[in-house]
């Protein structure tokens, strides 16, 4: 009985946190889908740079992920003004497109590989670093929480004893 009273409270304890894990997941997984195979067809279908390819995808990646975390991952935080959110994210999202072109420009121009799966495999490593800066910026300067509502606790005076003169 005690371990499934221990795991109710943790669950309520981190429950809009896991919650927003698996949104974030969710949204990530679909950008990231739009990104890979964008990706791809720049470089391999339209015959663009690796570096180039990349960007332009994650552009359209971003702009769908834009959209999915204010709507759904973070519907309930504040919303503290669409252009000044939209900016933001998109500067995070080039700060969070860094390692992806690193590593995609090492492996390509520094190692010379420049087949489907070397590029590939250097876009995983990199969205994956760029993905943990992107989670943590976004939760900490994008998408505010939402403002906590005083109880009635705080609200109310203390009781106690009247004093008059």
Same mark, same amino acid.
């Given at each position: 009985?005690?371990?499934?009273?221990?795991?109710?409270?943790?669950?309520?304890?981190?429950?809009?946190?896991?919650?927003?894990?698996?949104?974030?997941?969710?949204?990530?997984?679909?950008?990231?889908?739009?990104?890979?195979?964008?990706?791809? #067809?720049?470089?391999?279908? *339209? +015959? =663009?740079?690796? @570096?180039?390819?990349?960007?332009? $995808?994650? !552009? /359209?990646?971003?702009?769908?992920?834009?959209?999915?975390?204010?709507?759904?991952?973070?519907?309930?935080?504040?919303?503290?003004?669409?252009?000044?959110?939209?900016?933001?994210?998109?500067?995070?999202?080039?700060?969070?497109?860094?390692?992806?072109?690193?590593?995609?420009? #090492?492996?390509?121009?520094? *190692? +010379? =590989?420049?087949? @489907?799966?070397?590029?590939?495999? $250097?876009? !995983? /490593?990199?969205?994956?670093?760029?993905?943990?800066?992107?989670?943590?910026?976004?939760?900490?300067?994008?998408?505010?929480?939402?403002?906590?509502?005083?109880?009635?606790?705080?609200?109310?005076?203390?009781?106690?004893?009247?004093?008059?003169?």
């Amino acid at each position: 009985m005690r371990d499934v009273q221990f795991l109710r409270r943790a669950y309520e304890r981190f429950a809009t946190l896991l919650h927003e894990l698996l949104k974030f997941g969710i949204v990530g997984a679909v950008a990231f889908v739009i990104d890979f195979f964008g990706s791809n #067809f720049f470089r391999f279908g *339209l +015959g =663009l740079g690796p @570096l180039t390819s990349k960007v332009l $995808a994650t !552009i /359209i990646a971003a702009t769908f992920a834009y959209l999915g975390n204010r709507y759904w991952t973070y519907r309930h935080r504040e919303q503290s003004g669409l252009a000044r959110e939209y900016v933001l994210f998109f500067v995070l999202n080039g700060i969070g497109l860094l390692p992806p072109l690193i590593v995609i420009g #090492f492996v390509t121009y520094t *190692l +010379g =590989l420049h087949g @489907l799966v070397a590029y590939n495999i $250097a876009q !995983i /490593i990199g969205t994956v670093i760029g993905t943990l800066f992107r989670f943590w910026s976004y939760k900490k300067w994008v998408f505010l929480a939402a403002p906590v509502q005083p109880s009635v606790e705080d609200i109310a005076p203390q009781a106690g004893p009247l004093t008059t003169r």
